[in-house]
Nanobody, 124 residues
Framework: QVQLVESGGGLVQAGGSLRLSCAASGGTFSRNAMGWFRQAPGKEREFVAHIDWSGGITTYADSVKGRFTISRDNAKNTVYLRMNSLKPEDTAVYYC?????????????????WGQGTQVTVSS
């Protein structure tokens, strides 16, 4: 059973930056494809970015491409999401997710494990 704990959220002004972290435990982290998703009030949870087991393959939602960077440190069992040039529309609860496979995916139903989420609020 994999446990995920996110941190690093907060309140930031538009144009600012944040780095989210997700610490994993209880599994073999290097065998898990990892993803970040977000959910704004009244909206469905949506894909943000994912990274394969090695960190060599990453994919981003069009809305964050060029502004967000996903990375991982398998020695620390941690995945990161660096968010630059933040916009008010990036405001949401951000969730870390893990798959029981090295293969990445972009849909919520393909991820078996989820963190509790961390709030990101971007003021205009």
């Amino acid at each position: 059973q994999v446990q995920l704990v996110e941190s690093g959220g907060g309140l930031v002004q538009a144009g600012g930056s944040l780095r989210l972290s997700c610490a994993a435990s209880g599994g073999t982290f290097s065998r898990n494809a990892m993803g970040w998703f977000r959910q704004a009030p009244g909206k469905e949870r949506e894909f943000v970015a994912h990274i394969d087991w090695s960190g060599g393959i990453t994919t981003y939602a069009d809305s964050v491409k060029g502004r967000f960077t996903i990375s991982r440190d398998n020695a620390k069992n941690t995945v990161y999401l660096r968010m630059n040039s933040l916009k008010p529309e990036d405001t949401a609860v951000y969730y870390c997710a893990a798959r029981n496979t090295i293969v990445t995916a972009t849909t919520v139903d393909r991820y078996e494990y989820w963190g509790q989420g961390t709030q990101v609020t971007v003021s205009s």
